[in-house]
Structures are given as structure tokens and as C-alpha cells.
């Protein structure tokens, strides 16, 4: 018996360390396999994009980032990853540059044929891979962008002339060169960069998929640093992210409010401006100022003055009311002062120097007793924490001012942003005289320029309505009374009204500042423009609650634009603008539209009549005594005056710059461009250095003289170019066409905007349609008409190769549009296009905008000089290269899609329809961050 439970329990022991062996046995091998899947996964990774010619560190992160796709995609489903794997091999094969053209054709209609036999619920998943992967590309292309400047900044020697990474101090030491240092400061002091955010709907991204795009980023950011099992650590975060960027539906689930819209800003404001603008300021000053540096005051004046539209802007937006304006303008207000609450309190926590080594001012010490007087309660709990150490006790009390700003509380609040600011000044002033100057030029200063910046009010909120809402408001008060005395007032009359008291509301609590630009679209005549005065007038029943107000007019159609200079005649006689150009030293704003102008006579017309009519204002500005202002409606997309707004700024007409550049910023641009710290640093200093650099006599030179010498070539291409366009346009039945061959009317559900697509004042046609979406339904189906058409013909017609080349050599207007034409023509694709264009059943139409795409592309091509679009951009061209294989998988999807819509009509079942939109849309989410530049 004994013997039997020993032979058993010796099998037991047996059978257990089998089972533990073979248990390790199994683990090994599925390490081994997961180590050949890693091993396998980095290989396709690898080769997918070894041809591309791009930077190693950026095809190292793009690497990275394929494989962790892949590897997430893989773990959802093998099958859907093999799909992936096929549909990526057939796009890179059906993109190369090359002879074999029936290969390339091979490789697309293989392509075609994965996706037709796909059902629709295994392609949304596959779409949503790929729309994954264009987010983690664009990751990598802004770490590269952030990293590449960091290393350029840190190999420039402190002995040099000028820092030849930040464009203020070049333009400025360019400006010493050829005007004289007294010249040179007066200019500076005249700096001014306005960017105005706007709502415009062009970012199709959503901000669920913003956070998850933040936080990968920063894991990639410290990847550098870290190895070990703290790399690995970072791998498991980053497929985490990556997993549930993938699982989260690109498309919202309903469209941001007006209020909601307005978190775009405040997000930016936290994430860089609060903090980026003294360090803007700060570079340059120390640049300027050398060893001096941080112990005397600073020489940069707070040039930065943000504006928005979101919340403000009601052309053609119902939702957007007075009520929601003034709703949107507390929220800039509250954040505001909760913000510079917070940064003074940490700044005087930190202010501990005392009377003996840093004895007060007697302003200090009066501006001490007067906080005292005005609140026991609060200067004895700052004595309390700061006993002996004045400075520290009177910023403790101006930081609680700030938070009773917040609350309205009349015995102690601030009555403006400047008087805040006078407050920092004598403290500023007090240690400065004290000797602690570096307390007072360091994180003083800093508060110094972040109030002058942002006021109390953060963004200045610019109202903007159409011309013809106006005239029909007085028309109606008119027939029916002021007050509604003979006849109940249209709600549209009453909105308009309701307009001007909220703006009157929200001067007297945010400044005047904060909400005086009054826009007028649709600008025909000077009447428009004394329609405003006259209306804000009506809406108050004493004179002096009007509201200061600036008017300004937006010439955006051609015809507008030709006329503006006998419109601004007649602008400048009308009473209420006098007074208000003798209260200002002058200074009159214009807006200038770049989209509806684009849309309204083609690109290349577009350019050339607003680049003249620029001239005419300049010109008109000057002999008139006016200190202008031009402000640039542009878009993100070529075909609204997009591309590097720091070259169009270099290329504007004499006079029409003067130190000061406006321009709309909005949707992916606002994103890109202010998103990053670094970049948005960088954007800033190469905007303001290009606003400096253009009033520089050379670059004024250049301009004048290369605009008279190829007025030829400029008449000419505007001329046969707008022939061409309007020719498309105008063919019988195009409206219908182009909605039926573009995800039009798809993009009009996408949840991006708080802004219907069209106007809504009556127009049945084009006319009526936003500029938005036209341009971004023509950069979903990769045929980007609205940057280009008709620029072929005109070329063709002007004939001279030779002319043209030397006017790109010289000429800066045509230098760079040629360059954003080519960059727009470099995301185009013949097959996808006829994919689209095959969706409509006007043979005559698809072939006229083919032949013109193929003449463009030629033509671009020979005065560039190139092969194909971008060839000697070292870095753009092989990454939009990079990218286009993967974009060609969603357009053939999207196009796959919308034909099967088309093609069913009303046979399709809800459900299907449902499923079938909701492919589209993700579709045009992902091709919306594959190519970048939207709308």
C-alpha cells in the first residue's frame, strides 16, 4: 500500500514537470512566433517604404508607426490585416514613377477588385486602418519638423549677426542694412500679426481623435531618451493609443455647437500662445540686446493680437445669435482672467525678495495703500504670507483683483485690462530701481506682454454678416417702426439688432477692444457699409450706449474687387467713418476674399485680380492719407489662397503690408499651425519676420518692378485662364454633374462645423454654394480643380515657355503660385479622377477637366523644370510621395462607395444607405488627413 502511493505520487511528480516543460516548450515557441510576426511586421514595414527617398529619422518613425498599425490591425483580425498588407502593395506598385504603364494599371485594378468584393462592414474597419496610420504620419512629419528645427537652432553660434533660424531678428537686421537703425525701430514698432480663427468646417478631424493624437505624439517625442524595458514600456503605451484610435469612430456623433466651437481656441491658448508669446518676444529681444539681455527692458513690442469669427461670425450660420455671442465672449473673458489669475499669483508666490535687499518705490508703496483701502480683508492675508516683502503682498492682492474681475465684484475688481497693466508696471518699475531687474525684465515682463496681448478679452471676437441680411433689416424697420410701432418686426430684423447690443455688452465688460470689427460680406457699395452705422444706431434707444465700431468692407467677388477703390471713395465721405478715421490716426481696415473670388472666376484669375487690386488700395491708401490695414480672407487649400503664408507675404504689393498682415486662420490649418509649441513659435516668427521684411526698399523693388515687367504675362493668363474656367462652369448642367461626381453632398453631413454648406438667402445654384466645400469635394475626388483650372489653357494660349520661366525666376507672385498649384497637382491622381468622373454620365465635362488637369501638369512641369510634381522639394516631394499609396486606397474605397449609392438610388434599404454614408464619411475623414490641406 505504501509502496502503491508512492509509485503514484512519483507519476503525479512526473506528470507535473512534463506539463511544466511543455508548457515552457509552448511559451518559447509562441514568443518565437511572436518575435517572426514582430520580426516579419517590421520587414513589411520596412520595405514598404524603403524606395521613398525620405529623411532616415522620418522614414524610421514612419516605420515604427506602420508596424504598430499593422500589428493593432492583426490583433483585431489576421484576415483584415493580410487585406491590408495586399491593398498597400497594389497602391505602391499602381504609384510608381516609371515606364511600365500597364503594370501601374495592373497594380489599380487589382486594387479596385480587393476593395469591390470587400463587404461594406470589413472595408470600414479596413478604412478606418488607413485613416489610422495618415494620423500617425502626421505625427511623424511634425516630430521631424520639430526636431530638425531644434537641431538647426542649437548649431548657431552665439556670435552671430543675426539668428538665421528666427526670421524677425533677419528681417530686422536687413532692415538696419538698408534703412538705418532709427528707421528700423520705428518699423518694429509698427509690427502687428493679426491671426483670426475662424469655424470655417475644413478639419475633419474630431476632437476624440485630437487627445489620442496628443498623447502618441508626446510618447514619440521622449522615445529618444529612453531604453530598456522603459522603451518597451513605451511600445505597450503607443500600441494602447494606437488601438483605440483605431476602435474610435472618425466621425462625431453630432455637430459642435457655436459655444462648443469655441474650445478650439481656448485649447490652442492653453496648449501655446499663453506661453509662446514672451518667448517670441524674448528671442528676439535677446538676440537684439546681446549681453544686456534680461537686465534692461526689452526692445520687441507685443506684436501678436489674435482675433476669432467663431461664435461672431453669422453669414449664412443660423446658429450662430447674439445670444451665443455673448455667450462665447464670457467664456474667452472667465478663462482669461482665470489664467492671468493664476500666472500672477504664481508669479508673486515667487517674487520673496524684501524691503531690505530690494526696498519699494513710493509707487510701489502708494499703489500698496491703495490696495489696502480697498480690501482689508484681502492685503492682510497677502501681509500674512509676505510679511516684509511688499512686492510679493501687492501681487498676492493683484491676482485675487483678477478673480473678483471674474465675478463682477465692483469694490475691487479691475475696470480694464490696462489698468492691470499700469499695476505690473509699478511693480516692474519698483524692482528695476531696486536693482532686482532680472525679477523685473524676467516673469514680470513676461505678464506684461501676455496681458498686452490678450487683454482680458483673449481673442478680439470680429462680427461678420452679409450686406444683403443689412439692407433688408431696413427695409423692414422702415415699414414697420424702430420699435415695431406699426407691425411686429421680422426675427431676422430683431437678430440683427439683438447683434449690435450684444456687442455693445460685451465692450463695456471686455473692453472695446475685445468686439469693435464689424465685417460686411458681400461688400458692393459705400451704402453697405452706412447701413451698419445706421442700424447700430437704431438699436439703441441713447446715443451713447452705440458701440464703437470699425466697418469694414470684404470686396470678395471680382467684380467687387475691381470696383473697390470707387467704393472706398465713397466709404471715406460717409460721416460715421470720418469720425471714426480721426479718432483711429486713419487707419481703415479692407478685407480681401480669396475663396469666392477663387470660386468665382477660377485660381489663376483669382490671384491675378486680387494681387491687382491690392495695388489699386495701396496706391488709393496713399493718396488719401490712409493708414491701411488689408486684411486676407485665405483658406488652408490652394484654391483660397492657401500654401506658406510667409511667402505670400514677401509677394504682396508696395504699400499694402506697411508692418501689418491679417489673415484668416482655419479647421486643419489652425491645428498645424498652432498645435505644437515649437511650430507655432516658429510660425509666428516667420510670419511677423516676412510682415518686416516686406516693407524692406529691395524686397518693395522687387515687387514693383516684376509686376510691371510681366504685366503682359499677368494679363494674359488672367484673361484666358477665367475664359476657361467660367466655360466649365457655365456648361448646361454642370451644377448637377458636379454634385453627382464629387462627395458633395456626403461632406455636407460630415459633424465638422456649426455652419450649414450653403448661405441659405434664396440662390438655387453654385452661386449659392460656400467656397468650403466646393474646393474640398474637388480634394476628395483628387482632382483639386479649384487650384488649377484653367491655368493649362492660359499658358497654352500665352505660348511662351521661355517668358513664363524667366516670370517664375523672378517674379514672387508667380514664383509662388506656381508652387501651390504644383503642390496641389502633386496630390492629384488620373485613375481616382476618372473613378469620380465616371460617376456622372457627361463623357463631354469628364473630358474637359482631364485634358485641362494633363495641359496644367505639363506646363507646370516645364516651368518648374521637373519630372513629376515636387521632384526637387528634397523633403515635401518624397513624403507627399510617401503618403499617396495609402490615400489612393480610401479615394478608390470612397469612389467605390458613392458609385454603388449612385447606382442604387432609391433601392437601397435605410440601413444600407446608413451604412454606406458612414463608409463615405470615414472615407473623407482619412483622405482629409492624408492630404492635409482641405478647405
Not at 490583433?75 to 504603364?101: K, M, V
Not at 489610422?132 to 519638423?145: D, G, K, M, S, V
Not at 508667380?814 to 497637382?825: A, G, H, K, P, Y
Request: charged share 25%; with cysteine.
Amino acid at each position: 500500500m505504501t509502496r502503491g502511493i508512492a509509485v503514484s505520487e512519483i507519476d503525479r511528480l512526473k506528470d507535473e514537470v512534463i506539463e511544466r516543460i511543455s508548457r515552457q516548450i509552448r511559451l518559447a515557441r509562441e514568443d518565437l512566433d511572436q518575435r517572426a510576426e514582430h520580426v516579419h511586421g517590421h520587414s513589411l514595414a520596412a520595405s514598404t517604404l524603403s524606395e521613398f527617398d525620405i529623411p532616415s529619422d522620418l522614414k524610421q518613425n514612419m516605420v515604427l508607426f506602420l508596424r504598430l498599425t499593422r500589428e493593432v490591425i492583426d490583433e483585431y483580425d489576421e484576415d483584415l490585416s493580410d487585406t491590408f498588407d495586399a491593398l498597400l502593395a497594389d497602391a505602391i506598385r499602381a504609384n510608381r514613377a516609371g515606364d511600365d504603364a500597364e503594370g501601374e494599371d495592373a497594380a489599380f485594378a487589382d486594387a479596385v477588385r480587393i476593395i469591390d468584393e470587400l463587404p461594406v462592414e470589413r472595408t470600414m474597419l479596413l478604412m478606418r486602418g488607413f485613416a489610422t496610420y495618415f494620423h500617425l504620419a502626421n505625427i511623424c512629419e511634425e516630430n521631424y519638423r520639430v526636431t530638425s528645427l531644434r537641431a538647426r537652432e542649437s548649431e548657431v553660434p552665439l556670435s552671430a549677426d543675426a539668428d538665421p533660424i528666427n526670421d524677425i531678428t533677419v528681417a530686422y537686421r536687413q532692415l538696419v542694412d538698408e534703412c538705418g537703425r532709427g528707421k528700423a525701430m520705428a518699423l518694429l514698432d509698427r509690427l502687428e500679426f493679426h491671426p483670426v480663427f475662424t469655424a470655417h468646417p475644413t478639419e475633419a478631424r474630431r476632437k476624440a481623435v485630437e487627445g489620442k493624437i496628443q498623447r502618441i505624439s508626446a510618447l514619440l517625442e521622449e522615445r529618444p531618451k529612453l531604453a530598456g524595458a522603459e522603451l518597451a514600456e513605451n511600445e505597450r503605451r503607443m500600441l494602447q493609443e494606437i488601438d483605440a484610435l483605431f476602435r474610435t469612430s472618425p466621425i462625431a456623433h453630432k455637430k459642435p455647437t457655436p459655444v462648443e466651437e469655441a474650445n478650439t481656441v481656448i485649447d490652442i491658448f492653453d496648449s501655446t500662445l499663453f506661453n509662446m508669446v514672451p518667448e517670441v518676444y524674448r528671442r528676439f529681444s535677446d538676440w537684439e540686446l546681446g549681453e544686456k539681455a534680461g537686465t534692461v527692458p526689452p526692445v520687441c513690442p507685443a506684436f501678436f493680437h489674435p482675433g476669432s469669427w467663431i461664435g461672431s461670425d453669422r453669414d449664412g450660420n443660423p446658429n450662430v445669435t447674439a445670444k451665443v455671442s455673448r455667450k462665447v465672449a464670457e467664456k474667452y473673458r472667465v478663462h482669461m482672467l482665470e489664467t492671468l489669475a493664476e500666472a500672477t499669483h504664481t508669479v508673486g508666490r515667487n517674487l520673496t525678495v524684501d524691503t531690505i535687499s530690494t526696498p519699494p518705490s513710493d509707487q510701489l508703496v502708494n499703489l500698496w495703500s491703495h490696495q489696502v483701502e480697498m480690501s482689508e480683508a484681502i492685503s492682510t492675508h497677502a501681509l500674512e504670507i509676505s510679511s516684509r516683502e511688499t512686492h510679493r503682498a501687492v501681487m498676492l492682492v493683484m491676482a485675487e483683483r483678477l478673480r473678483a474681475t471674474i465675478d463682477r465684484t465692483a469694490d475691487i475688481m479691475y475696470s480694464t485690462a490696462e489698468e492691470y497693466i499700469e499695476d505690473l508696471r509699478v511693480v516692474q518699475r519698483s524692482l528695476a530701481k531696486a536693482g532686482a531687474v532680472r525679477t523685473a525684465y524676467g516673469p514680470v515682463q513676461d505678464l506684461v506682454w501676455q496681458a498686452e496681448t490678450f487683454g482680458f478679452h483673449m481673442v478680439e471676437m470680429e462680427f461678420r454678416q452679409h450686406s444683403v441680411v443689412h439692407a433688408r433689416a431696413l427695409e423692414d424697420i422702415r415699414e414697420n417702426g424702430r420699435w415695431g410701432e406699426r407691425g411686429p418686426l421680422q426675427p431676422m430684423t430683431q437678430e440683427v439688432l439683438d447683434t449690435f447690443r450684444a456687442i455693445g455688452a460685451i465692450q463695456r465688460k471686455n473692453g472695446v477692444n475685445a468686439a469693435r470689427r464689424y465685417i460686411i460680406s458681400f461688400t458692393k457699395s459705400a451704402q453697405n457699409v452706412a447701413d451698419v452705422y445706421e442700424l447700430a444706431r437704431l438699436a439703441f434707444a441713447h446715443e451713447q450706449d452705440v458701440p464703437t465700431l470699425d466697418v469694414i468692407p470684404l470686396f470678395e467677388q471680382v467684380e467687387d474687387l475691381e470696383n473697390a477703390v470707387d467704393t472706398l471713395d465713397e466709404i471715406i465721405k460717409i460721416p460715421d467713418v470720418q469720425r471714426r478715421l480721426a479718432q483711429t490716426g486713419r487707419c481703415l481696415e479692407v478685407m480681401l476674399g480669396y475663396s469666392d473670388s477663387s470660386k468665382d472666376a477660377g485660381p489663376t484669375s483669382a490671384t491675378l485680380v486680387l494681387h491687382a487690386a491690392q495695388e489699386r488700395i495701396a496706391q488709393w491708401a496713399e493718396e488719401n492719407n490712409i493708414d491701411l490695414l488689408l486684411m486676407h480672407g485665405r483658406g488652408g487649400a490652394v484654391g483660397r489662397g492657401g500654401g506658406p503664408a510667409n511667402r505670400a507675404v514677401l509677394s504682396q504689393p508696395k504699400g499694402s503690408v506697411n508692418c501689418r498682415f491679417k489673415l484668416t486662420e482655419q479647421g486643419e490649418v489652425i491645428f498645424a499651425r498652432y498645435g505644437n509649441a515649437t511650430l507655432a513659435r516658429r510660425h509666428v516668427e516667420s510670419i511677423a519676420g516676412a510682415t518686416l521684411l516686406q516693407t524692406a526698399p529691395s524686397v518693395e523693388y522687387v515687387n514693383t518692378e516684376t509686376n510691371g515687367k510681366f504685366s503682359d504675362i499677368a494679363e494674359s493668363l488672367e484673361l484666358n485662364s477665367r475664359e476657361r474656367y467660367l466655360e466649365l462652369l457655365n456648361t448646361e448642367g454642370f451644377a448637377e454633374w458636379f454634385s453627382t461626381v464629387t462627395p458633395l453632398t456626403e461632406i455636407g453631413l460630415l459633424p465638422i462645423g456649426s455652419r450649414p454648406a450653403k448661405r441659405g438667402l434664396g440662390a438655387k445654384s453654385l452661386d449659392d454654394l460656400r467656397a468650403i466645400p466646393w474646393i474640398f469635394s474637388w480634394s476628395q475626388a483628387r482632382i483639386n480643380l479649384a487650384a488649377w483650372y484653367g491655368l493649362g489653357t492660359a499658358c497654352e494660349k500665352f505660348g511662351d515657355l521661355d517668358r513664363l520661366r524667366e516670370a517664375y525666376a523672378e517674379w514672387p507672385l508667380f514664383t509662388t503660385f506656381i508652387d501651390n498649384v504644383e503642390m496641389s497637382l502633386s496630390k492629384t491622381n488620373d485613375h481616382i479622377a476618372r473613378m469620380y468622373l465616371d460617376l456622372g454620365d457627361r463623357e463631354d465635362l469628364s473630358e474637359m477637366v482631364l485634358d485641362e488637369m494633363r495641359l496644367t501638369r505639363k506646363w507646370v512641369l516645364s516651368i518648374t523644370g521637373n519630372e513629376w510634381p515636387l521632384q526637387h522639394r528634397r523633403v515635401l516631394g518624397p513624403v507627399i510621395r510617401t503618403r499617396l499609396p495609402f490615400v489612393d486606397v480610401l479615394s478608390i474605397t470612397q469612389a467605390h462607395a458613392l458609385k454603388l449609392m449612385r447606382d442604387a438610388g432609391d433601392t437601397l434599404s435605410p440601413e444600407e444607405r446608413e451604412s454606406y454614408i458612414y463608409l463615405i464619411l470615414c472615407t473623407v475623414s482619412g483622405v482629409a488627413a492624408g492630404l492635409q490641406n482641405t478647405g
